[in-house]
C-alpha cells in the first residue's frame, strides 16, 4: 500500500524568492522521517518517488466572516 505525503505552500515566500516554498505536513501509511522544515516541490516529488507514496497538496482555506 502505497504511503501518502500532505503539504503545502508557505505563507510568507513569493514567486522568484528561491526559497523553499513548501512545507511537509503529514505522512500517512509510510515508514518516512523528515528533518527539513521547508522543501522544493522538485524535493518532493523525487521523495514520494522514492517511496512510492502520492503527494497532496493541501488548498488554502478561505475567511470566514467575523462577527
Known amino acids: 500500500m502505497a504511503g501518502k505525503i500532505f503539504y503545502r505552500e508557505r505563507r510568507n515566500v513569493s514567486d522568484g524568492a528561491k526559497k523553499p516554498r513548501f512545507r511537509v ?23 514520494a518517488k522514492a517511496t512510492d507514496a502520492e503527494l497532496i497538496c493541501l488548498q488554502k482555506g478561505t475567511k470566514k466572516d467575523k462577527k
Do not use: G, M, T, W
Not at 523528515?34 to 521523495?47: K, M
Open 25 to 47: 505536513v503529514a505522512v500517512s501509511d509510510s515508514n518516512l522521517k523528515v528533518y527539513s522544515d521547508h522543501l522544493r516541490l522538485s524535493e518532493l516529488e523525487h521523495i
